[in-house]
């Protein structure tokens, strides 16, 4: 996806979207507890697997991308629980 595209497409910031990508590539690597009665409770991504995905995609994860990795993450964190 082109920069300018993500801007309009989703109201992405162009800055943002390296964390997206990150993100994207390692989306299946989530760590989830059984909860008796209730819906699964969705812990955090394997941090290992991820960085294996990434290794294998060629992502190269600096302090930055990292922080904003993170941030993605929890967002989607939350939103999963949320359910």
Do not use: H
């Amino acid at each position: 996806m082109a920069l300018e595209e993500a801007d309009r497409s989703f109201g992405l910031w162009a800055e943002n979207l390296p964390a997206l990508e990150a993100f994207f590539a390692v989306s299946n690597q989530w760590r989830v507890s059984p909860v008796f009665g209730g819906p699964p409770l969705w812990l955090g991504l394997d941090y290992a697997a991820c960085r294996a995905a990434w290794d294998s995609a060629g992502i190269v994860i600096t302090p930055e991308l990292w922080a904003g990795f993170q941030t993605v993450e929890a967002a989607a964190k939350d939103a999963l629980n949320s359910r």
